[in-house]
């Protein structure tokens, strides 16, 4: 039953569906924004006023003594909630959502949506040296993914929404809508989206912002002082510390991932590395307690030029440090609140020794210390933009953009000559992972192998004889044999070029040997929710031509899926399918071809495009089939072995002759005859 568009054409309906959710996620992320920062209340009133209360101290030197209590006590707290959602709690976790949406279906868990603000209260509560920017993130994140989710939205629609929930949170937070739009498309998406897609997300941070305003009014996170430039030879000042900040930039990325290499390599249990770590960061914080949670009030002492050099530098080193070893031991929280710690004392100590050193060239406190925030934050994350837009809408000044455009650009540029990663990329680098991937790459993370793979697969049993999996071999043609049980399940796999050694190997292989002595146990599979990217890079690395999909690991063999398999999906993907679905904009062909869509008939329900044929019988290729019971959900490939169902919205390419043969050939089973709208693409003469 086609569903009702209230009198606008399926395209502007469907973009106006979108734009509506936006609305939503960008609402819903704000409201979880002001719960995550209720949530900070209330555990820091619970780990730093009722727990001395009830000791009879007084905050004063005790309470220093015991601040390594504390963070322990917070510790416990933190391995409590791990215990209730384990692996969902622990350590810093942003670049896993990173690769969650990247490089895989963008589905993220609803169980975030609490677990990520929990952990990340329990921690700034309690004074661990962490940020609250990464976990708001993914908290907006999984708001937007369960939207997604609801709407059963395709999965290249659904990581628009959960970038446009984390944009959101961090828009909220900083009360920056541009700010957001940008740490949405530059950090989540990098880089990678439409001009459509950045409507939705400029849509999401707006309401998000709207909402809190509405709520708490215009609070801004730091007070921020008037930026002033007495004089364009600042410049130089401030491009030279940009440099520097590149420096210290690339060093901590280096340093963060270190300490937290050092950490995990560690032979003792996970609860005993965070109590440890965390009563370390207690130990630093005896001397310089301005270093406990993310230390935003500090922050905005520095931008007022409270500190002198001595205690900048101190507390530079402190966070420097704590923060690395807090997140390293598997504290929840983020990476965003010590960047910006760090780079505001590191320009507020480069403006004290520049003033030192060249009086005439140096301005005020605190200008260099705002700039020095923007500057850091672009070295650590290599999103400039995002540094950028934060700094104008905290300053709400013209005046500081080319400064700091000169000061953010040359600490990126610095630290991308040190360190090619961003700190988000760099642990995901060293496990052979990238996020920086191509656009064909891009669009087969995807599509799942369970819309490709085939069934139509030879495979031998266990006890198949040596002689018998010979004859097979040369009857196939594929260049590999499944090794099946009994109950189904994937037992190994013999590789055809591989049975020429087996036989001039010069063992005695007695009429005994069968499938099982010559198969690989240890072979590589796929499972039928993973995409193809994934299928492709396993193919790529075991110098297979096929691949076997399996439900689970070690489980029931569902068929193979292969290279040709993978080229088919990206040549269909490479036609543009999302204009195909939702706009009847013309797509040049070479003379003589169409490309349109039909509908299935009820006497083609239960065909599959195997058994129809289409290419060898009418030169018409199937690019895409639209599910008739998920509407919503887009176009995918189509696979070989699916079985059509009536309504089935399929997507064909072919001379207009041949596409007429195929629509009476769905006709011909006796049902109704297909719906032909007008097509995508009409021939034009010369265009290609």
Same mark, same amino acid.
């Given at each position: 039953?086609?569903?009702?568009?209230?009198?606008?054409?399926?395209?502007?309906?469907?973009?106006v569906?979108?734009?509506?959710?936006?609305?939503?996620?960008?609402?819903?992320?704000?409201?979880?924004?002001?719960g995550?920062?209720?949530?900070?209340?209330?555990?820091?009133?619970?780990?730093?006023?009722?727990?001395? =209360?009830?000791?009879?101290?007084?905050?004063?030197?005790?309470?220093?003594a015991?601040?390594?209590?504390?963070?322990?006590?917070?510790?416990l707290?933190?391995?409590?909630?791990?215990?209730?959602?384990?692996?969902?709690?622990?350590?810093?976790?942003?670049?896993?959502?990173?690769?969650?949406?990247?490089?895989?279906?963008?589905?993220?868990?609803?169980?975030?949506?609490?677990?990520?603000?929990a952990?990340?209260?329990?921690?700034?509560?309690?004074?661990?040296s962490?940020?609250?920017?990464?976990?708001?993130?993914?908290?907006?994140?999984?708001?937007?993914?369960?939207?997604?989710?609801?709407?059963?939205?395709?999965?290249?629609?659904?990581?628009?929404?959960?970038?446009?929930?984390?944009?959101?949170?961090?828009?909220?937070?900083?009360?920056?809508?541009i700010?957001?739009?940008?740490?949405?498309?530059?950090?989540?998406?990098?880089?990678?989206?439409?001009?459509?897609?950045?409507?939705?997300?400029?849509?999401?941070?707006?309401?998000?912002?709207?909402?809190?305003?509405?709520?708490?009014?215009?609070?801004?996170?730091?007070?921020?002082?008037?930026?002033i430039?007495?004089?364009?030879?600042?410049?130089?000042?401030?491009?030279?510390?940009?440099?520097m900040?590149?420096?210290?930039?690339?060093?901590?990325? &280096?340093f963060?991932?270190?300490t937290?290499?050092?950490?995990?390599?560690?032979?003792?249990?996970?609860?005993?590395?965070?109590?440890?770590?965390?009563?370390?960061?207690?130990?630093?914080?005896?001397?310089?307690?301005?270093?406990?949670?993310?230390?935003?009030?500090?922050? @905005?002492l520095?931008?007022?030029?409270?500190?002198?050099?001595?205690?900048?530098?101190?507390?530079?080193?402190?966070k420097?440090?704590?923060?690395?070893?807090?997140?390293?031991?598997? @504290?929840?929280?983020?990476?965003?609140?010590?960047?910006?710690?760090?780079?505001?004392?590191?320009?507020?100590?480069?403006?004290?020794?520049?003033?030192?050193?060249?009086?005439?060239?140096?301005?005020?406190?605190?200008?260099?210390?705002?700039?020095?925030?923007?500057?850091?934050l672009?070295?650590?994350?290599?999103?400039?933009?995002?540094?950028?837009?934060?700094?104008?809408?905290?300053?709400?000044?013209?005046?500081?953009?080319v400064?700091?455009?000169?000061?953010?650009?040359?600490?990126?540029?610095? @630290?991308?000559?040190?360190?090619?990663?961003?700190?988000?990329?760099?642990?995901?680098?060293?496990?052979?992972k990238?996020?920086?991937?191509?656009?064909? &790459?891009?669009?087969?993370?995807?599509?799942?192998?369970?819309?490709?793979?085939?069934?139509?697969?030879?495979?031998?049993? =266990?006890?198949?004889?040596?002689?018998?999996?010979?004859?097979?071999?040369?009857?196939?043609?594929?260049?590999?044999?499944?090794?099946?049980?009994?109950?189904?399940?994937?037992?190994?796999?013999?590789?055809?070029?591989?049975?020429?050694?087996?036989?001039?190997?010069?063992?005695?292989?007695?009429?005994?040997?069968?499938?099982?002595?010559?198969?690989?146990?240890?072979?590589?599979?796929?499972?039928?929710?993973a995409?193809?990217?994934?299928?492709? =890079?396993?193919?790529?690395?075991?110098?297979?031509?096929e691949?076997?999909?399996?439900?689970?690991?070690?489980?029931?063999?569902l068929?193979?899926?292969?290279?040709?398999?993978?080229?088919?999906?990206?040549? &269909?993907?490479?036609?543009?399918?999302?204009?195909?679905?939702?706009?009847? =904009?013309?797509?040049?062909?070479?003379?003589?071809?169409?490309?349109?869509?039909?509908?299935?008939?009820?006497?083609?329900?239960?065909?599959?495009?195997?058994?129809?044929?289409?290419?060898?019988?009418?030169?018409?290729?199937v690019?895409?089939?639209?599910d008739?019971?998920?509407?919503?959900?887009?176009?995918?490939?189509?696979?070989?072995?699916? @079985?059509?169902?009536?309504?089935?919205?399929?997507?064909?390419?072919? &001379?207009?002759?041949?596409?007429?043969?195929?629509?009476?050939?769905?006709?011909s089973?006796?049902?109704?005859?297909?719906?032909l709208?007008?097509?995508?693409?009409?021939?034009?003469?010369?265009?290609?």
């Amino acid at each position: 039953m086609q569903k009702p568009t209230f009198g606008l054409r399926s395209d502007q309906f469907e973009y106006v569906q979108l734009i509506l959710l936006s609305v939503t996620v960008g609402v819903l992320a704000a409201l979880g924004n002001l719960g995550f920062r209720k949530l900070i209340e209330l555990f820091s009133w619970l780990f730093q006023r009722v727990e001395w =209360q009830a000791l009879g101290i007084d905050r004063g030197g005790w309470y220093l003594a015991l601040i390594p209590l504390v963070l322990m006590s917070g510790g416990l707290a933190i391995l409590l909630l791990d215990w209730i959602f384990p692996g969902d709690v622990l350590g810093y976790g942003f670049p896993n959502f990173l690769e969650m949406v990247n490089l895989g279906t963008a589905k993220v868990k609803r169980d975030w949506i609490f677990v990520k603000a929990a952990g990340a209260a329990l921690s700034l509560g309690a004074g661990a040296s962490v940020g609250r920017e990464g976990p708001i993130a993914q908290v907006g994140g999984a708001i937007g993914s369960m939207v997604a989710q609801l709407r059963n939205l395709s999965a290249d629609r659904a990581k628009v929404l959960v970038a446009a929930g984390a944009g959101a949170g961090i828009a909220t937070t900083f009360n920056a809508p541009i700010g957001g739009l940008m740490f949405a498309q530059e950090i989540v998406l990098l880089g990678h989206t439409e001009v459509a897609n950045l409507t939705l997300l400029i849509v999401a941070t707006t309401s998000a912002v709207v909402t809190s305003r509405a709520i708490i009014g215009n609070a801004v996170v730091f007070d921020v002082p008037e930026f002033i430039m007495h004089s364009y030879w600042e410049l130089l000042t401030y491009g030279l510390m940009g440099a520097m900040l590149g420096v210290l930039a690339a060093a901590y990325i &280096r340093f963060f991932h270190a300490t937290a290499g050092w950490i995990r390599r560690r032979k003792i249990p996970q609860w005993l590395k965070l109590e440890l770590g965390l009563a370390m960061v207690g130990v630093i914080a005896i001397w310089v307690p301005r270093n406990l949670s993310d230390g935003y009030p500090v922050i @905005s002492l520095a931008m007022s030029g409270q500190f002198d050099a001595a205690a900048l530098a101190i507390l530079l080193g402190a966070k420097f440090f704590a923060s690395s070893v807090s997140l390293g031991c598997g @504290s929840p929280g983020g990476v965003f609140g010590p960047t910006f710690f760090i780079g505001t004392m590191a320009g507020g100590l480069f403006q004290r020794l520049s003033h030192l050193a060249a009086p005439q060239l140096t301005g005020t406190r605190g200008s260099y210390a705002l700039l020095g925030l923007g500057a850091f934050l672009a070295g650590t994350s290599h999103a400039p933009l995002t540094a950028l837009f934060l700094l104008f809408e905290m300053t709400h000044s013209y005046s500081i953009a080319v400064p700091a455009m000169i000061a953010t650009i040359t600490s990126l540029v610095v @630290s991308r000559a040190l360190v090619t990663e961003s700190i988000d990329e760099y642990r995901l680098a060293r496990e052979g992972k990238t996020l920086q991937i191509g656009q064909e &790459r891009l669009s087969l993370t995807l599509i799942p192998v369970s819309a490709v793979l085939t069934k139509d697969v030879t495979f031998v049993s =266990q006890n198949t004889s040596l002689a018998d999996v010979l004859r097979i071999a040369g009857d196939t043609a594929q260049s590999t044999l499944p090794v099946v049980t009994s109950e189904g399940e994937l037992s190994g796999l013999i590789v055809t070029r591989d049975l020429l050694s087996i036989l001039s190997s010069g063992h005695d292989l007695g009429p005994l040997v069968n499938a099982f002595d010559i198969a690989n146990a240890n072979c590589p599979t796929v499972l039928a929710t993973a995409n193809l990217d994934e299928a492709s =890079q396993a193919m790529e690395h075991e110098g297979l031509d096929e691949i076997p999909v399996v439900d689970r690991r070690g489980g029931n063999f569902l068929g193979l899926v292969t290279r040709q398999h993978i080229a088919q999906a990206l040549n &269909r993907v490479s036609v543009s399918l999302s204009t195909l679905a939702t706009r009847d =904009q013309n797509i040049y062909w070479a003379t003589g071809y169409r490309v349109t869509r039909l509908v299935v008939p009820a006497g083609a329900a239960g065909k599959t495009v195997r058994q129809l044929d289409p290419r060898a019988r009418f030169s018409v290729t199937v690019l895409a089939v639209q599910d008739a019971t998920n509407m919503d959900s887009g176009f995918v490939p189509l696979a070989p072995d699916r @079985s059509l169902k009536e309504g089935d919205l399929i997507v064909a390419a072919g &001379r207009p002759p041949d596409i007429r043969q195929f629509a009476r050939a769905l006709e011909s089973g006796g049902g109704a005859p297909p719906v032909l709208p007008e097509p995508i693409a009409q021939p034009v003469p010369g265009k290609t």
